[in-house]
């Protein structure tokens, strides 16, 4: 059964950046897509990017172009979210997620735990 | 980018109605749609894919329906359990976009 474990809490100043991670197991990680979704406290859900690991190709939304930064490492497998010039407005819990394996599905079927990131001076 | 209307944003019910929550998108995405539960504390769960694919393992008192701009999330009689948030989300086109969440509650 595939899971992904993500990295723990992290506390933040402004300006500064944050790499939190997502390590999965039970399954073979460079045949998935991976994505980055994150909430803020009380809000929505919000998409960030994808990696699709066996092509290590990246897509971003263009809300983050330039401050984010998805990677992945197939010896590990794990995948990586980097973003920079933190902000308090990015203060949220970020999850990986899962695509379903499937042509032209682009839903998430499986979760990380979520890593809270709060920036604050 | 493609908007997306969730309605209502609250809904107030009993167990064992049948309760139904909407999305409207700004433009067509054929039916390249996903509905998710959430609980508090708790990552998103896929409920529904393919507007009206149910994910394995999902009760089958949930069912979604829709094409082009008009979605639906049907949940035909409501459990204990189902008292949640339920969001819509469409990947139809990059960036991939959630609604603004229907928050289902005890009436």
């Known amino acids: ?121 | 980018v493609i908007w997306m209307t969730q309605s209502p944003s609250l809904l107030s019910a009993s167990t064992g109605d049948r309760v139904t929550i909407s999305c409207r998108m700004s433009q067509g995405i054929s039916s390249y749609l996903a509905w998710y539960q959430q609980k508090p504390g708790k990552a998103p769960e896929l409920l529904i894919y393919a507007a009206s694919t149910l994910q394995s393992g999902v009760p089958s008192r949930f069912s979604g329906s829709g094409s082009g701009t008009d979605f639906t999330l049907t949940i035909s009689c409501l459990q204990s359990e189902d008292f949640a948030t339920y969001y819509c989300q469409q990947y139809y086109s990059f960036p991939w976009t959630f609604g603004q969440g229907t928050k289902v509650e005890i009436k």
């Open chain 1, 1 to 121: 059964q595939v899971q992904l474990v993500q990295s723990g809490a992290e506390v933040k100043k402004p300006g500064s950046s944050v790499k939190v991670s997502c390590k999965a197991s039970g399954g073979t990680f460079s045949s998935y897509t991976i994505s980055w979704v994150r909430q803020a406290p009380g809000q929505g859900l919000e998409w960030m990017g994808r990696i699709i690991p066996i092509l290590g190709i990246a897509n971003y939304a263009q809300k983050f172009q330039g401050r984010v930064t998805i990677t992945a490492d197939k010896s590990t497998s794990t995948a990586y979210m980097e973003l920079s010039s933190l902000r308090s407005e990015d203060t949220a819990v970020y999850y990986c997620a899962r695509i379903v394996p499937a042509a032209r599905i682009g839903a998430f079927d499986i979760w990380g735990q979520g890593t809270m990131v709060t920036v604050s001076s």
